[in-house]
C-alpha cells in the first residue's frame, strides 16, 4: 500500500540534515578545540618551568644569587595568580654543581583539566649546571 504523497516527501524529505549533522558534531568539535588548547597551555608552561630552571642555574653558578635568592627569584617568576611551584635550589661546594629542582601540580599546568589525567599528580624540572671559577 502506497504512503500519501506528504508522508512520503517528508519520510524521505533531506531538509535540516546539516543542520542535525552540525549539532551531533559539535560536541565532538568542541571537545577537540578544548583538548587542543589544554595541551598546549600545558606544554607551554612546562617548557616555561625548565627555561627558569635553566636561567637561574645559570645566575647561581655565575654567582650571581645565593640558593636562597634563587629560589625566591624562580618562584616569583614562575607564580601564576595565586599558586607558585616549588623551587629548590642547591649548591654543592664539593662537586662544584648548582642544582635546582622545580616542581608544580599537574593540575595547575592545564587549565581545563583534560590532559592533568593523562600526567602524573606533579611534574618536576631538574636543571644542574657547573659552577663557574670566581
Not at 32 to 57: G, K
Not at 89 to 102: A, H, R, W
Not at 126 to 134: F, K, N, R, W
Amino acid at each position: 500500500m502506497p504512503l500519501p504523497s506528504r508522508c512520503r516527501n517528508y519520510i524521505f524529505s533531506e531538509d535540516g540534515s546539516a543542520t542535525i549533522e552540525f549539532t551531533l558534531l559539535l560536541p565532538a568539535f568542541l571537545g577537540l578545540i578544548v583538548f587542543a588548547a589544554d595541551t598546549a597551555t600545558s606544554f607551554t608552561r612546562q617548557s616555561n618551568l625548565w627555561n627558569v630552571s635553566q636561567q637561574t642555574a645559570r645566575i647561581v653558578s655565575r654567582h650571581g644569587l645565593d640558593a636562597e635568592a634563587a629560589a625566591q627569584y624562580a618562584t616569583d617568576l614562575l607564580r601564576q595568580g595565586s599558586y607558585a611551584p616549588e623551587v629548590s635550589v642547591t649548591v654543592d661546594t664539593d662537586t662544584q654543581i648548582v642544582t635546582v629542582v622545580v616542581t608544580a601540580e599537574s593540575t595547575e599546568l592545564a587549565p581545563f583539566g583534560i590532559i592533568s589525567r593523562a600526567l602524573s599528580d606533579e611534574v618536576s624540572v631538574t636543571v644542574s649546571q657547573a659552577l663557574e671559577p670566581i
